[in-house]
């Protein structure tokens, strides 16, 4: 399940992913709600929290994910990506090279530094 986070605000963008991602997840609420950020104020900061509970991507999640990633990664400024699995952090540093913005890792207990590096 992703869930915007109440701490998203102007052209930050706080999700939390919980459990395990649906491709409607993608669809009813990361897309809507990055493109209405993006359409607003162009470029956006993304912060991404893996909570404990993550599990993984569905088939088409994983495949929404990829080009979500792929469509949008001209439109960040700054990525954090807060907790989650290893692969998570691997994976988040095999991406970082294709998006043109500052992209960060950040431990499941540095959630109030990520938000403040990315409202920096």
């Known amino acids: 399940m992703i869930e915007i986070m109440s701490e998203s605000e102007g052209d930050v963008l706080a999700i939390r992913m919980t459990g395990k991602l649906t491709?409607?997840?993608?669809?009813?609420?990361?897309?809507?709600?990055?493109?209405?950020?993006?359409?607003?104020?162009?470029?956006?900061?993304?912060?991404?929290?893996?909570?404990?509970?993550?599990?993984?991507?569905?088939?088409?999640?994983?495949?929404?994910?990829?080009k979500f990633g792929i469509r949008h990664r001209k439109d960040f400024l700054k990525l954090a990506v807060v907790g989650g699995p290893k692969w998570i952090t691997w994976g988040t540093k095999v991406f970082a090279p294709i998006v043109k913005g500052e992209v960060r890792t950040f431990g499941h207990e540095e959630l109030d530094a990520a938000m403040e590096w990315l409202k920096s």
């Open 23 to 66: 491709d409607d997840d993608y669809n009813n609420i990361l897309a809507p709600a990055m493109e209405g950020l993006i359409e607003k104020h162009g470029k956006v900061k993304v912060l991404c929290h893996f909570d404990e509970d993550f599990e993984g991507w569905e088939a088409g999640a994983m495949w929404s994910d990829t």
